[in-house]
């Protein structure tokens, strides 16, 4: 029963066409990685930034819609242990993304390569994960699309503290601090969705402060 409903859960998640894109996604950044890092008139591996950039990105975009069931609801009336069943499912999920792409860098995995490639991974499921408890599954792509956007075109590539940790998406894996903040992103990000679980389609999760009975009335 758990198998067969494993099979079910996946494939309504879109998991067959998650592998596609996953697969296509591990293919481009394998060939641009390798075109650039052959220049002869480009920085070598450093040349590899907009694939470490915009390759774990797009891979992580492809997790979101897979956060949510077409019903929502109907999934949370099945008598199952949700919270988890999504920690195995984005677990495994980053883990494949992770896998995949840090295999188009093996080549000088320090300069752009596999670690970064890796760290980005973390980041941005972090970005999306979070994203859906507030935005819901639909919507959870659109913070992190625009922060890596954003910092790719504007990040100094001047090495600090403080813009490793804001600018994280584009440094080389010795940035300390650029691990550090994609590390809590993640376990910020996805212990939100393990704990909520995707916001409803059409609504934003809000949080209100309960507020203290009235003394005199007893109501709130």
């Not at 819609?65 to 609801?73: E, I, Q």
Request: proline share 9%; aromatic share 10%; hydrophobic share 55%.
């Amino acid at each position: 029963m758990n198998g067969r409903f494993l099979a079910l859960h996946l494939t309504a998640r879109g998991a067959p066409a998650f592998t596609t894109g996953l697969t296509t996604i591990t293919a481009l950044a394998w060939l641009a990685g390798s075109w650039l890092a052959s220049r002869p008139y480009f920085d070598g591996p450093a040349a590899r930034v907009p694939v470490v950039a915009l390759a774990p990105l797009l891979a992580v975009l492809l997790l979101g819609p897979t956060l949510a069931g077409a019903d929502p609801d109907l999934e949370r009336s099945t008598p199952l242990p949700w919270r988890a069943w999504r920690a195995g499912h984005v677990l495994l999920a980053v883990l494949a993304i992770a896998a995949a792409l840090s295999l188009t860098g093996l080549h000088s995995p320090h300069t752009f390569g596999a670690y970064p490639l890796v760290r980005n991974t973390l980041g941005c499921a972090g970005l999306v994960t979070g994203a859906a408890v507030l935005l819901g599954a639909r919507l959870a792509w659109l913070p992190a699309f625009g922060y890596v956007c954003a910092v790719y075109a504007a990040a100094p590539r001047q090495a600090g503290i403080a813009v490793a940790m804001w600018a994280w998406p584009v440094q080389p894996s010795t940035a300390t601090a650029s691990w550090l903040v994609a590390v809590v992103l993640f376990v910020v990000g996805a212990a939100g969705y393990v704990h909520l679980g995707a916001s409803p389609p059409g609504t934003v999760r809000r949080y209100r402060r309960r507020r203290r009975p009235c003394a005199a009335t007893g109501t709130p």
